[in-house]
């Protein structure tokens, strides 16, 4: 994912931690060459080792703050495999999609099936009537990282 970032000339966004997917993501997109924006809130600074060298490094006050300063900084969300974090960050911005405040591709990167069990859950919502099938119009889903950067390049464009 890193090394597609880069090699598209995207910028990274992200929570600028230096450790999981996401801090692995972000050393191979600098390695790279890619520009790197990390959000990070001040509660996080030790426990995440916020990477230092992104080419810009913001510290919030709190995870609110955060996840706005990443989403107006960012053209598209890319959610990779991941724990309650993800699933937030993919819930607020999804929500916010659903309401009509923006209209930014959101992913979900479902490698090996990973999300299968978040979709059907998604599904079950929608069937027991607690969200319109509109819901799933919002984000796309792509099985692994050619399919999205093909994904990518194509909503961006527009």
Known sequence: MGAAIASNGWRLVY???DVGLMGEVARSAISAGAISLGVI???LLGREKGKRDLSTLIITE???ERKKVMFMNSDAVVVLPG???????FFE?????QIGLHGKPI?????????QP???LIDHVIAEGFADAALRSH???AADVGALETALKSRLAQ
Not at 107 to 115: K, S, T
């Open 118 to 120: 978040l979709l059907a």
């Open 15 to 17: 929570g600028a931690g």
């Open 83 to 89: 724990g309650a974090g993800s699933l937030d960050e």
């Open 93 to 97: 911005v999804l929500t916010w999609a």
């Open 107 to 115: 992913f979900l990167l479902d490698v090996d099936g990973y999300w």
């Open 139 to 141: 984000f796309a889903v």
């Open 62 to 64: 709190d995870m609110h």
């Open 41 to 43: 809130p001040v509660h």
